[in-house]
């Protein structure tokens, strides 16, 4: 099985134009997040896939690897596809984030064990929700899983509602799970999915996955117990001051 890591990386982020070029102790946000990739001991390639080129010209001069896509693309996932109809030959594609500068390699291996199951189409990673903050906010997705780690539904509302109780005793009654935002395709499922129609569900949440499920498809879960550290704005810089 030969598997490649891409980073989606824009520089248009409305919260955080430039993110991917911001400087984190010495070194640019894309170039941390690529290191990280590779230590991976798993995926055979890491590239970044990007539609700009002070990107590409950053990738480059830390001798990284790259593909300059589309500026169309509306995600992540698009923006992988279009990738991996470029290179040829790999059974696995690892979307991974391109604003998550310290991800742990052991994360993206985690992943990859999904798909020692032939039958697997889609993975990502879920980690289980201990507070209250994290189960009533809205910007973190809760994903509900079935008896075989399959992720059933994403919302970003918790579900299922715990009848009978005061929400404070929610957690008490039920482990409610939190989605990690990595995915894991294989080749023709993630060159499938890029031509599906957004859904109704996925309109209604903002949550791209949600098209996946409405359609059909399976996604494989493992847990993880490791906290990822995502930066959306400038002033989440402040959270991973010092992890160099």
Not at 2 to 31: E, N, T, Y
Request: proline share 5%.
């Amino acid at each position: 099985m030969k598997i490649i890591g891409i980073i989606p990386a824009r520089f248009g982020s409305s919260r955080f134009p430039g993110k991917p070029l911001v400087q984190i102790d010495g070194k640019s946000m894309i170039q941390r997040v690529y290191e990280q990739a590779s230590k991976s001991k798993l995926l055979d390639a890491v590239i970044v896939a990007t539609d700009d080129v002070r990107i590409a010209d950053e990738v480059s001069a830390f001798g990284g690897k790259f593909h300059m896509t589309s500026a169309a693309h509306q995600s992540g996932t698009d923006r992988c596809a279009e990738v991996i109809r470029k290179e040829l030959g790999y059974d696995v594609v690892i979307n991974i984030q391109g604003d998550e500068p310290y991800i742990d390699p052991a994360q993206i291996d985690l992943l990859i064990s999904c798909f020692d199951a032939s039958t697997v189409q889609l993975a990502t990673l879920v980690k289980k929700i201990h507070t209250d903050e994290e189960l009533f906010n809205s910007n973190i997705p809760k994903v509900v899983l079935n008896a075989s780690q399959e992720a059933i539904y994403f919302s970003r509302h918790p579900i299922p509602f715990i009848r009978g109780k005061e929400k404070e005793q929610w957690l008490e009654e039920h482990q409610f799970y939190k989605h990690i935002g990595i995915y894991g395709y294989t080749a023709p499922s993630l060159l499938e999915i890029t031509k599906l129609e957004p859904s109704k569900l996925e309109q209604a949440e903002s949550l791209e996955q949600l098209r996946w499920v409405e359609n059909g498809y399976t996604i494989q879960t493992r847990t993880t117990d490791i906290e990822t550290i995502s930066i959306d704005a400038p002033e989440d810089l402040i959270k991973i001051k010092g992890q160099a």
